[in-house]
T-cell receptor, first 117, second 109 residues
Framework: DAMVIQNPRYQVTQFGKPVTLSCSQT?????MYWYQQKSSQAPKLLFH???????NEADTPDNFQSRRPNTSFCFLDIRSPGLGDAAMYLC????????????????FGEGSWLTVV | GQSLEQPSEVTAVEGAIVQINCTYQ??????LSWYQQHDGGAPTFLSY????GLEETGRFSSFLSRSDSYGYLLLQELQMKDSASYFC??????????FGSGTRLLVRP
């Protein structure tokens, strides 16, 4: 059974039209992440939450926002999508972080593909 | 900051053995992870090394040398389904994982 679930899997939006991607997890993990991945590139971290503490990467554009209303759910809001925002958006979780060993690996959802037209 | 280097592409034949290398530069070291990603899919965890040496999991093994800031992923008895991208990754903080640029493995019949 999927443990990190993303919806929708595929989203087409118009240039400038706000879009929200959602993520839910059944692992009860403290940390949730949003990564952006473009074709043939590595996943790039946008932000993460430890519980309710929000941590934005310095180079994440203001156009990207996130909400985590409870432990299980996290949302990625793109306020005014541009053509350059077309990518796969990956939600991921980890129990308490990534430093303490294999048990603290990151679990990824299947991704949400965003197309901007 | 952290940086990782790995080859962009590797090609091998079915049944063969292939090694994917990763060199890293880190301000502190907490372990090297490997992830597999099939086209259109999500990255999935393969292995983790915190100490020097070889870790084996079935057909896949991962090696680490901390003194050389180097690791590799070894895939044996290659199968067509092993065609995917492989990423090495290291923690950049307690919570943040930094990925290498990925190695695309193509397995030919």
């Amino acid at each position: 059974d999927a443990m990190v679930i993303q919806n929708p899997r595929y989203q087409v939006t118009q240039f400038g039209k706000p879009v929200t991607l959602s993520c839910s997890q059944t692992l009860n993990h403290n940390v949730m992440y949003w990564y952006q991945q473009k074709s043939s590139q590595a996943p790039k971290l946008l932000f993460h939450y430890y519980d309710k503490d929000f941590n934005n990467e310095a180079d994440t554009p203001d156009n990207f926002q996130s909400r985590r209303p409870n432990t299980s759910f996290c949302f990625l809001d793109i306020r005014s999508p541009g053509l350059g925002d077309a990518a796969m958006y990956l939600c991921a979780t980890s129990r308490d972080g990534v430093r303490t060993g294999a048990e603290d690996t990151i679990y990824f959802g299947e991704g949400s593909w965003l197309t901007v037209v | 900051g952290q940086s990782l280097e790995q080859p962009s592409e590797v090609t091998a034949v079915e049944g063969a053995i292939v090694q994917i290398n990763c060199t890293y530069q880190t301000s502190g070291f907490y372990g090297l992870s490997w992830y597999q990603q099939h086209d259109g899919g999500a990255p999935t965890f393969l292995s983790y090394n915190a100490l020097d040496g070889l870790e084996e999991t079935g057909r896949f093994s991962s090696f680490l040398s901390r003194s050389d800031s180097y690791g590799y992923l070894l895939l044996q008895e290659l199968q067509m389904k092993d065609s995917a991208s492989y990423f090495c990754a290291v923690p950049d903080s307690s919570y943040k994982l930094i990925f290498g640029s990925g190695t695309r493995l193509l397995v030919r019949p």
